[in-house]
T-cell receptor, first 114, second 112 residues
Framework: KAGVTQTPRYLIKTRGQQVTLSCSPISGHRSVSWYQQTPGQGLQFLFEYFSETQRNKGNFPGRFSGRQFSNSRSEMNVSTLELGDSALYLC?????????????FGPGTRLTVL | SQQGEEDPQALSIQEGENATMNCSYKTSINNLQWYRQNSGRGLVHLILIRSNEREKHSGRLRVTLDTSKKSSSLLITASRAADTASYFCATVSSSGNTPLVFGKGTRLSVIA
C-alpha cells in the first residue's frame, strides 16, 4: 500500500495570507489526524477527522480548520497567518477502529511564514 | 499541552552501546506508544504497550511500562548509526477515543 502523502512538502507564505495543506491517507484508513511540530512546543495535536466528521480537536485558535472528504483525504487551512505558525505540519492516518491503532505519518509540510 | 516528558532530552553514545530513554506521563492511559523521527521527517511507529502489559520486545527494542509510576522506558540494544533520530513517547488516555499526546522527545546520536 502507498503511504501517507502530504502536499506540498514546502511552503513559504507571508503574514496575513492563508494556506491549505493536503493529506492523502493510506487506502482504507478512515481517520486522519493533524499535528503541528515546532522546536519550542514539540508535537501538538490539531484535530482528527473520522468519516468526514471532526472527532477530536486540540487547543488551537479558530484560524486553524480542517475537513475530510468522502475518500478520506483531508485538508487543513490556516487563515491570517502569523509568524508563529511556521512549523512542520504532520498528518497521520489510521484505520480509526480503536485506541490501539497505529498512526502512520506522512513526511510533513514545512510551512515558513515571513 | 504535552503529557509525556522524555528524559534525557539528548543522548550521545557509541555504536554498539545500549541506549535507554525514559518517558513520564500524568494521567491514566489505555496504551503508550513509541515513535521515531529522522530529522525533519514524519514519525515512524516503533512499538505499542498496553496499560496491562509490563514489558514488550521488538527486535532490538525493549519497552517497559510502570503504570504505578506513570513511566515507561525504551531500550535500544546494540545501537547503530542508523538509529540516530528523535524518539517520542505518546499516550492514549484511558478515557477513550482521544488523540495521541506526545512528549518533546529524546534526541539520540549514535557515533560510528
Amino acid at each position: 500500500k502507498a503511504g501517507v502523502t502530504q502536499t506540498p512538502r514546502y511552503l513559504i507564505k507571508t503574514r496575513g495570507q492563508q494556506v491549505t495543506l493536503s493529506c492523502s491517507p493510506i487506502s482504507g484508513h478512515r481517520s486522519v489526524s493533524w499535528y503541528q511540530q515546532t522546536p519550542g512546543q514539540g508535537l501538538q495535536f490539531l484535530f482528527e477527522y473520522f468519516s468526514e466528521t471532526q472527532r477530536n480537536k486540540g487547543n488551537f485558535p479558530g484560524r486553524f480548520s480542517g475537513r475530510q472528504f468522502s475518500n478520506s483525504r483531508s485538508e487543513m487551512n490556516v487563515s491570517t497567518l502569523e509568524l508563529g505558525d511556521s512549523a512542520l505540519y504532520l498528518c497521520a492516518s489510521s484505520p480509526g477502529s480503536g485506541d490501539t491503532d497505529t498512526q502512520y505519518f506522512g513526511p510533513g509540510t514545512r510551512l515558513t511564514v515571513l | 499541552s504535552q503529557q509525556g516528558e522524555e528524559d534525557p532530552q539528548a543522548l550521545s553514545i557509541q555504536e554498539g552501546e545500549n541506549a535507554t530513554m525514559n518517558c513520564s506521563y500524568k494521567t491514566s492511559i489505555n496504551n503508550l506508544q513509541w515513535y521515531r523521527q529522522n530529522s525533519g521527517r514524519g514519525l515512524v511507529h516503533l512499538i505499542l504497550i498496553r496499560s496491562n502489559e509490563r514489558e514488550k520486545h521488538s527486535g532490538r527494542l525493549r519497552v517497559t511500562l510502570d503504570t504505578s509510576k506513570k513511566s515507561s522506558s525504551l531500550l535500544i540494544t546494540a545501537s547503530r548509526a542508523a538509529d540516530t533520530a528523535s524518539y517520542f513517547c505518546a499516550t492514549v488516555s484511558s478515557s477513550g477515543n482521544t488523540p495521541l499526546v506526545f512528549g518533546k522527545g529524546t534526541r539520540l546520536s549514535v557515533i560510528a
